[in-house]
T-cell receptor, first 108, second 115 residues
């Protein structure tokens, strides 16, 4: 079975740093993705991790620990446009299995 | 626009009717996925195609749902005898081949409302 957990909601201030955690228990593991989804829009790719460690991409970084079944997405220098849902997805077999998403609200 | 295209964008249907949605993936992508998403939830995997072969199908998928990708290009998702619980956003995604990596690009989705 698949179990992917993320906090439901988070709030952070413009210019700050926020960390969104994701824990997973899946029957197979071929990598972990983070997607961003604005309300009413399609998910868009942010990052991919398959080996342990940190992947940095501009203001966004993603970390993976396979032994702990844990990942986080780190967003730096938050901007108002970063208010969105952030989806953690684990590749198991052929499918991307998504968590329920974390709704991030960035306040002035 | 060379992204994933889905049609129609919105569909309102009466309970019990059949509906069909179309997805045109990015042209060189041989992997195609269908997902369903309801408000406040993440996308739920429905089915996966590699070229024209349907390789994986969610066990949660009712027999009323069927998907095809006859020539390995566009795909259709049909829902027969729709129920109110089928109301959701239906998302299509495509990706390049490659174990694990190869991010999926999503279409804008078809929003289905069953009344």
């Amino acid at each position: 079975g698949q179990n992917i957990d993320q906090p439901t909601e988070m709030t952070a201030t413009e210019g700050a740093i926020v960390q969104i955690n994701c824990t997973y228990q899946t029957s197979g593991f071929n990598g972990l993705f983070w997607y961003q989804q604005h309300a009413g829009e399609a998910p868009t790719f942010l990052s991919y991790n398959v080996l342990d460690g940190l992947e940095e991409k501009g203001r966004f970084s993603s970390f993976l620990s396979r032994s702990k079944g844990y990942s986080y997405l780190l967003l730096k220098e938050l901007q108002m446009k970063d208010s969105a849902s952030y989806l953690c997805a684990v590749v198991s077999g052929y499918a991307l299995n998504f968590g329920k998403g974390t709704s991030l609200l960035v306040t002035p | 626009d060379t992204g994933v295209s889905q049609n129609p964008r919105h569909k309102i249907t009466k309970r019990g009717q059949n509906v069909t949605f179309r997805c045109d993936p990015i042209s060189e992508h041989n992997r195609l996925y269908w997902y369903r998403q309801t408000l406040g939830q993440g996308p739920e995997f429905l089915t996966y195609f590699q070229n024209e072969a349907q390789l994986e199908k969610s066990r949660l998928l009712s027999d009323r749902f069927s998907a095809e990708r006859p020539k390995g290009s566009f795909s259709t998702l049909e829902i027969q005898r729709t129920e109110q619980g089928d109301s959701a956003m239906y998302l299509c995604a495509s990706s390049l081949p490659g174990q694990g990596k190869g991010e999926a690009f999503f279409g804008q989705g078809t929003r289905l409302t069953v009344v």
